[in-house]
């Protein structure tokens, strides 16, 4: 196992990634240390996840606050720009907006004071995760006693995509302390590969057993019998349950429900969006055509390609057997979880 590093953390006045582009060929640490830095590094995801995100929001926060104090209005009006545009920098992951705003409330207090409620918020992440996975581990138990389980995942949401454990991977990682896992199916989630390339890097790591799959594999998986339960994680949760995740989430939840098989939801708190009544109101991150254009650098679709990139889609509560955040179900859809 590599030494356990967080996804983001805080070294000597400077935000420290794990710059997540390079895995799984490459481990390499990367030192932010202005609010463009790290606006750059969020876009093109070398940090990335809903709850790494919403660290970055704060820590970001931190830097500015750091770097042109907060003893003058003009200092303060400076760091509210670069605050704001942080917050904008991937406009569906609502915790990335939270972690600013929660920066921000205290900012009045100093850049110390700002320092030190996101290296607390930091602190907390795993106590949170933990929390959150351990109640989506015991509902996929109930829901399919008896047997160990095959679950199918999307994209990465493990300690690369949280601060530390992760979420839909930290209930994996339960299952599998417990011997309560038979296999993870790890969709490759194109176009970025966060599952080949994230995921499969966290589950290797760890000896966790696990296959990766093409997206468009994952209806066949399940209509073959060969999946007992899906669990994600998510990116904006609107007030009823609808969830905004990775782009390929709602026709996951599509043939779960053909197939009668739990799909699970697992998020914290601080990705529940209550000020958005419904999926309606989700922002969907569109991304740029190279990531379909291209392959690894190279061109694959004729130059003049037009393409459609979202980043998530959204998936209506309706479809889902359960929102699960570290307070138990937030929201159930597909009738009565046990
Ligand atoms: C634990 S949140 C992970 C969440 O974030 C991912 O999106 P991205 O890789 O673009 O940051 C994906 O939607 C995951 O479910």
Not at 240 to 251: C, L, Q, R, V
Not at 254 to 280: K, N, Y
Not at 330 to 337: C, D, F, K, N, S
Request: charged share 20%.
């Amino acid at each position: 196992m590599c030494r356990v590093v967080r996804a983001i953390d805080w070294d000597s006045g400077a935000v420290v990634i794990i710059d997540q582009t390079l895995l799984p060929g490459r481990f390499s640490t990367v030192r932010l240390e202005t609010v463009d830095e790290l606006i750059g590094a969020i876009r093109r995801l070398a940090v990335r996840g809903a709850p790494a995100l919403g660290a970055a929001g704060a820590l970001g926060v931190a830097l500015a606050a750091g770097r042109h104090g907060t003893e003058t209005p003009e200092a303060l009006a400076t760091v509210r720009a670069e605050a704001g545009r942080l917050a904008r920098a991937r406009p569906t992951a609502v915790n990335l907006r939270h972690g600013v705003e929660r920066a921000l409330a205290v900012l009045e207090h100093g850049p110390e004071a700002v320092l030190a409620d996101a290296l607390a918020m930091l602190d907390t992440d795993e106590r949170i995760n933990r929390a959150a996975s351990r109640h989506a581990a015991d509902l996929l138990l109930r829901l399919c006693p008896g047997r160990r389980l095959r679950v199918l995942t999307h994209c990465n949401t493990g300690r690369l995509a949280t601060v530390a454990w992760g979420t839909a991977l930290g209930a994996i990682r339960h299952l599998h302390a417990e011997g309560r896992l038979e296999v993870v199916l790890a969709d490759e989630t194109r176009p970025l590969l966060q599952g080949s390339r994230l995921t499969a890097w966290e589950l290797a790591d760890e000896g966790i057993p696990y296959r990766v799959l093409p997206d468009s594999a994952a209806a066949s998986a399940m209509a073959r019998g060969m999946v007992d339960c899906v669990v994600v994680g998510a990116d904006r949760i609107a007030a009823n349950g609808d969830t905004a995740n990775k782009i390929g989430t709602y026709g996951l939840a599509v043939v779960a429900a053909r197939h009668d098989l739990p799909f699970v939801v697992v998020a914290t708190e601080s990705t529940v969006d209550r000020s958005v009544p419904d999926g309606a109101g989700i922002v969907v991150e569109e991304r740029a055509p190279e990531e379909i254009t291209h392959f690894a650098g190279t061109r694959v679709a004729p130059e003049g390609t037009a393409v459609f990139n979202p980043a998530f889609d959204v998936t209506p509560v309706a479809l889902v057997t359960a929102v699960v955040t570290e307070n138990g179900v937030l929201a159930e859809g597909r009738g009565q979880t046990p």
